[in-house]
Every structure is written in structure tokens, then in C-alpha cells.
């Protein structure tokens, strides 16, 4: 158990529709960071939160938003589903940024778009 | 230059054999390089990391060996075991950057 929650574990909508993904961080950790991952695919880096403020953004499209909360808990926001969007995505945390320090990943959210 | 190239994409190797991972990259400037690994259903867990200033980095049965004039490093597993099935990345930072990850590869250890 890595300490980091998401919900929800499964998530089936249709395309059009906008889903909520919630992720608490492990005790302590101030960075979180999002992550797509596709069928037999590598990590996409979507987006990092530091203690409340957006660090660093990676592929993360218009219709995709995050944010870090004051008591360090972080949603991500997708919109206007389509069936590309369906993958499993990964709420990750640290104590600060990704250098030098283990990033531990929760167990990811599939969402299923149809 | 920001990118990391890991090889081969997909791996099988014999029970008690060695499986050997490689990446490449160009950004001199990074000086990070941990190793991910992944089980199926489940998010990547930290396996081993190395900074530049060591040629090699062992834990167990797992050594990342690090070139740095080749701006290469591999991870090889040795005695290679059926729980050891997993997909593996390797990924690469700076305190300036983000961490680049490598696309991945899928090892397979057969009994």
C-alpha cells in the first residue's frame, strides 16, 4: 500500500461527459501529480500540484483540469469525454518535487468512455 | 532532448536467466535516473535509482549499471524469477526538470 488513495477504482460514462477523479495524497506530502495511462502504454505526465500550486504541466489537454486543495487532496477534472480518453489514470505523490525523491502511486482510476 | 529511450519493449527471459533493460538519453544535464516497476492492475513502485557519480548500483538481485560518457544506463535482473513479471521504466530528471520517463518495457519471466 503506497498511501495514496484515488477514487473512484472504476468509472464507465459516456463520451460527452464530464468525470471527477479525487486523489488523497499520502501523510505529508505536499507534491501530486497526474498521470495518464493507455492500453499497453507508457506513463503520460499530465499535471503537478506543489502545496496548493500548479508546478508543472505536461499533455494535459483544454478539456482536462486539476486542482490541489488546502488540505492537500487533488481532483481531476475531464470534460467532454471522448473514447480515446478512456484509460487508467494514476494520482502519484512526494514529499516535494520528482528529483531525488520516490514518487509513490496510487492504484489508479479506469475510466472507460463509451 | 528531453526525451528517454528504453528498449527493448518487450522481454522474455528463462526463469534463472538475466533480463537486461536499456535506456538512453540526451540531456546532459540530468543526474537522477530511478527505475519504476510496475505489476499488472497497479501503479508504478520506486525499484532503484542512481545518481551519475557511481558507474553501478546494486540491491539485490538488481544493478543499474550507469555510463555517462554514453549517456546510458541499463538495469539487469539477475536470477530472474516468475514474480519478477512486471512492466519496468526508466526515467530521468533534474531539479529543473520534471522526470522523463521511459515507454516502458514488459518483462516476462518464464517458470
Known amino acids: 500500500d503506497s498511501g495514496v488513495t484515488q477514487t473512484p477504482k472504476h468509472l464507465i460514462t459516456a463520451t460527452g461527459q464530464r468525470v471527477t477523479l479525487r486523489c488523497s495524497p499520502r501523510s505529508g506530502d505536499l507534491s501530486v501529480y497526474w498521470y495518464q495511462q493507455s492500453l499497453d502504454q507508457g506513463l503520460q505526465f499530465l499535471i503537478q500540484y506543489y502545496n496548493g500550486e500548479e508546478r508543472a504541466k505536461g499533455n494535459i489537454l483544454e478539456r482536462f483540469s486539476a486542482q490541489q486543495f488546502p488540505d492537500l487532496h487533488s481532483e481531476l477534472n475531464l470534460s467532454s469525454l471522448e473514447l480515446g480518453d478512456s484509460a487508467l489514470y494514476f494520482c502519484?505523490?512526494?514529499?516535494?518535487?520528482?528529483?531525488?525523491?520516490?514518487?509513490?502511486f496510487g492504484e489508479g482510476s479506469w475510466l472507460t468512455v463509451v | 532532448q528531453q526525451q528517454v529511450k528504453q528498449s527493448p519493449q518487450s522481454l522474455i527471459v528463462q526463469k534463472g536467466g538475466i533480463s537486461i533493460i536499456n535506456c538512453a538519453y540526451e540531456n546532459t544535464a540530468f543526474d537522477y535516473f530511478p527505475w519504476y516497476q510496475q505489476f499488472p492492475g497497479k501503479g508504478p513502485a520506486l525499484l532503484i535509482a542512481?545518481?551519475?557519480d557511481v558507474s553501478e548500483k546494486k540491491e539485490g538481485r538488481f544493478t543499474i549499471s550507469f555510463n555517462k560518457s554514453a549517456k546510458q544506463f541499463s538495469l539487469h535482473i539477475m536470477d530472474s524469477q516468475p514474480g519478477d513479471s512486471a512492466t519496468y521504466f526508466c526515467?530521468?530528471?533534474?531539479?529543473?526538470?520534471?522526470?522523463?520517463w521511459g515507454a516502458g518495457t514488459k518483462l516476462i519471466i518464464k517458470p
Open positions: 526515467s530521468a530528471s533534474n531539479s529543473n526538470y520534471q522526470l522523463i
Open positions: 502519484a505523490s512526494s514529499v516535494e518535487g520528482a528529483y531525488g525523491n520516490t514518487i509513490y
Open positions: 542512481i545518481r551519475p
